[in-house]
């Protein structure tokens, strides 16, 4: 039986690459991709995620979510890393398209999973607003929830606290007592891909991928002086698609919401939440290759 799957993203360029596995996974029913403020705006970050399904050849609907996060907090977004564009200025690259839903990303959720006959899996792979929204009215009704975040030993944009949970930790804590599915940067740093694996990418998908990573490759050059980029949201997706493909540990954790330094950083807590903290890194690496490439 297939899984139902919805993607809650922001692309984002490890975004494209994570999309570009679900949909061409046949483990999974691509119900729908709702977005998200994040990597760069709402306006881009739905426009992106509409023409690259458009690339990958999928009907599956488009819904446009939050454009900030919960209580009007209003935090710099990550241009840097991705590009302008959010797609190192190379959306211009991929087929037009504008169909987007007249729903609401979180009204779609609420619709998609109640008209779903099994229980839906959401990969949440951007900031968490859409989700905490949905967990008003439907908390306990998601199959698995999960979510690429956080970082247990530090974090990517300030020393304690990754991307997707800094931009709305308020929405984060929220999400966590639903006992999501971790994969943190802890374990998607172990899983980066060189400038060879980019390169032998095949096919009209993989070889538009790879052109997606101008900016984001620089980036990782210029920080970290590796040559490769880090697949995060690719990573998170592959366990939607393949459950067990990361290995998981109960952990009871929180979000720190206040203000302070450490705003955005994962804590010791009260909610149970499944941390991602190993895979076959050579095994996965394949995987996303073989699924990204051909025609
Ligand atoms: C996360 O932040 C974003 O920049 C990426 O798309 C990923 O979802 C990694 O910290
Ligand atoms: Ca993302």
Partial sequence: MTIPLIIDTDPGVDDAFALALAARSPEVDLLGVTTVFGNVSIDHTT????????????????????????????????????????????????????????????????????????????????????????????????????????????????????????????????????????VPIDLTRRCAVDGAWLESLTGRIGTTLAGLTTRYREFYLEANGIDGILVHDAVAVAEAINPGILTTRPHLLAVDTANGDTHGAIVPGTHPVDVAEDTDVEALRAFLHERLSGS
């Fill in 47 to 182: 426009r992106n995620a509409r023409r690259l399904l458009a690339l990958l050849g999928s009907d599956s609907p488009v819904a446009r979510g939050a454009d900030r996060a919960l209580g009007d907090v209003s935090r710099p977004d990550a241009r840097h890393v991705h590009g302008d564009d959010g797609l190192s200025g190379k959306a211009f690259t991929l087929p037009e398209d504008d169909r987007i839903d007249a729903r609401d990303a979180v009204e779609f959720l609420r619709d998609t999973i109640d008209s779903s006959p099994t229980p839906v899996t959401i990969a949440a792979i951007g900031p968490l607003t859409n989700i905490a929204r949905l967990l008003d009215t439907h908390a306990g009704r998601v199959g698995r929830l999960v979510v690429m975040g956080g970082g247990l030993t530090g974090g990517n944009v300030t020393p304690h606290a990754e991307f997707n949970i800094w931009s709305d930790a308020e929405a984060a804590h929220r999400v966590f007592a639903e006992r999501p599915v971790l």
